[in-house]
C-alpha cells in the first residue's frame, strides 16, 4: 500500500493546472521578456486543454505565450524540468497464440464491470481477433508490458468472397481512459483491415453513444486528408466520389462515410452565414427524416382500414413531431460534431 501511495504522490507531481502553468504577456520592451511581474493567466483553458483544464506528463510545465504590445507577434516556448516517457505497443493475435486462451479469460472478466450488455465470447471459434494495448516499462532494467485496454473483432463472411469484421467488445482500462488509447486503438484496427484486400467494410454490434463518438472522431481524421473530402468538393453536397473513395481507402461503408461527410463539412461552413447555414441545417435533416418516409409508407398501408378522422388526427400529430423530432436531433447532432472537430483541431 506505501508502494502505491508513493506512486500516485509521484506521478501527481507531472499533473498541471493549466490555467497556473500557461504564462501570457504583453511586451513592449526587450526587458520585460525576462521580468516575470509582467506575466499573467488566463481564466479559462478548457477549450484547449479539455474541461479539467489539466496536462499530464510534465513536471513544473510552464506554457509562454508571449505578445508583442503593438503588432500582437507571438512567442511561443515549453519549459518543463522532467517529463513523463511513455511507450504503447499495439498487438494483434488470435486464440493459436500460446498463453493467450488463459490470459484472455483472465482479461475479459473486466467486461462484467465496465460494460452494462457484457457478455463472454466463444474463444474457439477462429473468427475471432484480438488487438490489445500494452504499457512498455522498466522493473529493474527489464521491460515489463502492463495491459490497458483491448478490442475483439468477428470475422464474418461476406457474398460472395469477402468479409465483414464486426467489433464486438472494445475496453480500455480506467487508469488509462482519456489518454487517447482508445482512438489509437481503433485507428490501428482500422488500418489493420484495411491492408486486406478482401475487407469489404468493418462495422460494430450494438455501438454504444461513446463508442460512436469515437468512430466519428477516428473515420474523419482519417478521411480529412482524401481527395473526395476536399473543401471545394464538401461545399457541393454528399457524393458517390466521397463513398466510393472513403470504401476502397478506408473500407468505410455509405452509412459512416456519410456522417464524416457532415462532420468535414460543418468545418468549411460558416454556420454565421444565413445561406450557409441554411443549406447545411437542410442537407442534415434530409438524412435524419429518411426513417420518417419509411413510417409514412407503412401508415399508408394501415390508412385502408383506420376512419377518416383517426387519420386526420394522426397526419397533423405526425408533422408536429417530426418537426420536434428532427430540430431536436439536428441540433444535438451538430453539438457532436462540434466536439469532434474540436479534437480534430488538437491532433
Given at each position: 500500500?506505501?508502494?502505491?501511495?508513493?506512486?500516485?504522490?509521484?506521478?501527481?507531481?507531472?499533473?498541471?493546472?493549466?490555467?497556473?502553468?500557461?504564462?501570457?504577456?504583453?511586451?513592449?520592451?526587450?526587458?520585460?521578456l525576462?521580468d516575470?511581474?509582467?506575466?499573467?493567466?488566463?481564466?479559462?483553458?478548457?477549450?484547449?486543454?479539455?474541461?479539467?483544464?489539466?496536462?499530464?506528463?510534465?513536471?513544473?510545465?510552464?506554457?509562454?505565450?508571449?505578445?508583442?504590445?503593438?503588432?500582437?507577434?507571438?512567442?511561443?516556448n515549453?519549459?518543463?524540468s522532467?517529463?513523463v516517457?511513455?511507450?504503447?505497443?499495439?498487438?494483434?493475435?488470435?486464440?493459436?497464440?500460446?498463453?493467450?486462451?488463459?490470459?484472455?479469460?483472465?482479461?475479459?472478466?473486466?467486461?462484467?464491470?465496465?460494460?452494462?450488455?457484457?457478455?463472454?465470447?466463444?474463444?474457439?471459434?477462429?473468427?475471432?481477433?484480438f488487438?490489445?494495448?500494452f504499457?512498455?516499462?522498466?522493473?529493474?532494467?527489464?521491460?515489463?508490458?502492463?495491459?490497458?485496454?483491448?478490442?475483439?473483432?468477428?470475422?464474418?463472411?461476406?457474398?460472395?468472397?469477402?468479409?465483414?469484421?464486426?467489433?464486438?467488445?472494445?475496453?480500455?482500462?480506467?487508469?488509462?481512459?482519456?489518454?487517447?488509447?482508445?482512438?489509437?486503438?481503433?485507428?490501428?484496427?482500422?488500418r489493420?483491415?484495411t491492408?486486406?484486400?478482401?475487407?469489404?467494410?468493418?462495422?460494430?454490434?450494438e455501438?454504444?453513444?461513446?463508442?460512436?463518438?469515437?468512430?466519428?472522431?477516428?473515420?474523419a481524421?482519417?478521411?480529412?486528408?482524401?481527395?473526395?473530402f476536399?473543401?471545394?468538393?464538401?461545399?457541393?453536397?454528399?457524393s458517390?466520389?466521397?463513398?466510393?473513395?472513403?470504401?476502397?481507402?478506408?473500407?468505410?461503408?455509405?452509412?459512416?462515410?456519410?456522417?464524416?461527410?457532415?462532420?468535414?463539412?460543418?468545418?468549411?461552413?460558416?454556420?454565421?452565414?444565413?445561406?450557409?447555414?441554411?443549406?447545411?441545417?437542410?442537407?442534415?435533416?434530409?438524412?435524419?427524416?429518411?426513417?420518417?418516409?419509411?413510417?409514412?409508407?407503412?401508415?399508408?398501408?394501415?390508412?385502408?382500414?383506420?376512419?377518416?378522422?383517426?387519420?386526420?388526427?394522426?397526419?397533423?400529430?405526425?408533422?408536429?413531431?417530426?418537426?420536434?423530432y428532427?430540430?431536436?436531433?439536428?441540433?444535438?447532432?451538430v453539438?457532436?460534431?462540434?466536439?469532434?472537430?474540436?479534437?480534430l483541431?488538437?491532433?
Amino acid at each position: 500500500m506505501a508502494d502505491i501511495l508513493n506512486l500516485e504522490k509521484k506521478l501527481a507531481e507531472y499533473k498541471c493546472d493549466t490555467n497556473k502553468a500557461i504564462r501570457l504577456k504583453l511586451v513592449r520592451f526587450a526587458e520585460d521578456l525576462e521580468d516575470e511581474t509582467t506575466s499573467f493567466s488566463p481564466l479559462y483553458s478548457h477549450q484547449v486543454f479539455g474541461d479539467e483544464e489539466s496536462v499530464f506528463g510534465y513536471k513544473d510545465l510552464e506554457i509562454q505565450l508571449y505578445y508583442s504590445t503593438c503588432s500582437l507577434t507571438t512567442f511561443f516556448n515549453i519549459k518543463y524540468s522532467s517529463k513523463v516517457i511513455e511507450k504503447y505497443d499495439n498487438v494483434e493475435t488470435d486464440i493459436s497464440c500460446p498463453g493467450f486462451k488463459e490470459y484472455h479469460e483472465r482479461l475479459q472478466t473486466f467486461l462484467i464491470w465496465f460494460i452494462e450488455t457484457a457478455s463472454f465470447i466463444d474463444v474457439d471459434d477462429d473468427k475471432w481477433q484480438f488487438f490489445l494495448v500494452f504499457e512498455k516499462y522498466l522493473e529493474d532494467g527489464s521491460p515489463r508490458y502492463a495491459t490497458v485496454g483491448y478490442m475483439t473483432v468477428y470475422n464474418f463472411y461476406a457474398y460472395p468472397d469477402k468479409m465483414r469484421p464486426r467489433i464486438g467488445q472494445m475496453l480500455v482500462l480506467p487508469p488509462f481512459q482519456g489518454e487517447g488509447h482508445g482512438a489509437r486503438l481503433l485507428e490501428t484496427v482500422q488500418r489493420f483491415y484495411t491492408a486486406d484486400p478482401s475487407i469489404l467494410d468493418i462495422t460494430a454490434e450494438e455501438p454504444s453513444e461513446d463508442f460512436v463518438k469515437l468512430r466519428d472522431f477516428v473515420l474523419a481524421k482519417l478521411c480529412e486528408e482524401l481527395h473526395a473530402f476536399a473543401p471545394e468538393k464538401l461545399k457541393k453536397g454528399f457524393s458517390a466520389e466521397m463513398i466510393d473513395e472513403a470504401r476502397r481507402t478506408w473500407r468505410i461503408n455509405k452509412h459512416h462515410s456519410r456522417r464524416v461527410y457532415e462532420i468535414l463539412r460543418l468545418r468549411v461552413t460558416n454556420m454565421s452565414d444565413p445561406v450557409q447555414s441554411s443549406e447545411y441545417r437542410l442537407d442534415v435533416k434530409r438524412r435524419l427524416a429518411v426513417p420518417f418516409k419509411k413510417n409514412k409508407k407503412e401508415a399508408t398501408r394501415l390508412s385502408r382500414l383506420m376512419p377518416e378522422d383517426w387519420l386526420a388526427q394522426q397526419a397533423e400529430m405526425s408533422v408536429s413531431q417530426e418537426q420536434e423530432y428532427l430540430e431536436e436531433t439536428y441540433q444535438s447532432t451538430v453539438e457532436q460534431y462540434r466536439h469532434i472537430l474540436e479534437r480534430l483541431a488538437r491532433v
